[in-house]
Nanobody
Framework: QVQLVASGGGLVQSGGSLTLSCAAV????????IAWFHQSPGKERAGLSC????????LWGDAPKGRFAIARDSTQATVEFKVDRVSPSDWGAYYC?????????????????WGQGVQVTVSS
């Protein structure tokens, strides 16, 4: 059984950084992509970033401002997502998701497996 276990988050000071991790447990396929989504209260879940098993990265949303970074470890079992210059708009729940065609895209329906979500609270 495939499980995505997300960790990190919690209380983050505005202007600081946050790092989230997502571990794919029980997944052994060669081709995959893992993405991070953000959901603010009352808003749709939106794709932020993605990395696939070939190492290709995709950044969406605020990415052009250079605030996001995504990386995977050598075993490909864990993906880290970092947000710099955290602002109140980063408040909310963060979800990692996995799809099995090695395609990064910011569309929720594309992803078959989802992590449990981690909460980020931003303090001023």
């Amino acid at each position: 059984q495939v499980q995505l276990v997300a960790s990190g988050g919690g209380l983050v000071q505005s202007g600081g950084s946050l790092t989230l991790s997502c571990a794919a447990v029980g997944f052994a396929q060669e081709n995959f992509a893992i993405a991070w989504f953000h959901q603010s209260p009352g808003k749709e879940r939106a794709g932020l970033s993605c990395i696939n098993s070939g190492g290709a990265r995709a950044l969406w949303g605020d990415a052009p401002k250079g605030r996001f970074a995504i990386a995977r470890d050598s075993t490909q079992a864990t993906v880290e997502f970092k947000v710099d210059r955290v602002s109140p708009s980063d408040w909310g729940a963060y979800y990692c998701a996995l799809e099995t065609r090695r395609r990064c895209a910011p569309y929720k329906a594309q992803y078959r497996y989802w992590g449990q979500g981690v909460q980020v609270t931003v303090s001023s």
